[in-house]
């Protein structure tokens, strides 16, 4: 964790600023374009009853994706750990084609489950923003924000992770393969940080 002393300095979510990662092109759609939805998240919200708020778009992709993992038969992992042929035989007999949104988010945590990606690669993969905590003399906390010019800030970053570009097991094996922890700063995840009281 990064405690500079009294200096505040901005840290960037885990999102396509980092190392190389799977993009669409123009006009290419994405497994995740519901959640991406400007209009559909604005209906939403005008639909909810007075004095309710909507969760963030992440935390709505979090809801369904339980829900639908809740309907999934229990796949029962090879023992192995790491990048070994069991393992990636593994993933390419249950990822096929082009995945859904679940699908991506699924392979990415089954991955994390067998070793081939740390806790750290799945978060910059899912594009929780991760936050540097810098304390000022009086014991303040500066908690880092999405990218200002996020095409769709309200997002809250949820639009500039890099799994948002995945479409496929390969895609997700490329950007897992090309991720390195010392490539990304020391984060710590926001929850962590709310669950010690930092924040």
Known sequence: MNIPGNRFS????????????ATRGAGQASAFDL????????????ELPPGQTLDSVY??????????KARQPEAVLPGSQGWTEENL?????????????FEIYDALNTMKELGIL???GLRCAEGTTMIRLDMDLD??????????DSKAAWLRGFDEAPMVGFRSLDDILSWAKDFREDDWPDFITGAEAMA???I
């Not at 935390?59 to 994706?65: E, L, N």
């Not at 390419?92 to 995945?99: A, I, P, S």
């Open 118 to 120: 740390s806790e750290k």
């Open 35 to 46: 959640y991406l939805d400007v209009e559909r998240q604005r209906q939403k919200m005008r």
């Open 139 to 148: 014991g303040g906390v500066f908690q880092t924000s999405v990218d200002p």
């Open 10 to 21: 901005p840290a960037f979510p885990c999102s396509g600023t980092g190392p190389r990662q």
């Open 196 to 198: 010690r009281g930092w």
């Open 59 to 68: 935390m709505q992709f979090k809801d369904d994706y339980r829900a639908w």
């Open 89 to 101: 035989a593994f993933l390419r007999e249950h990822y096929t084609g082009d995945l859904s949104a």
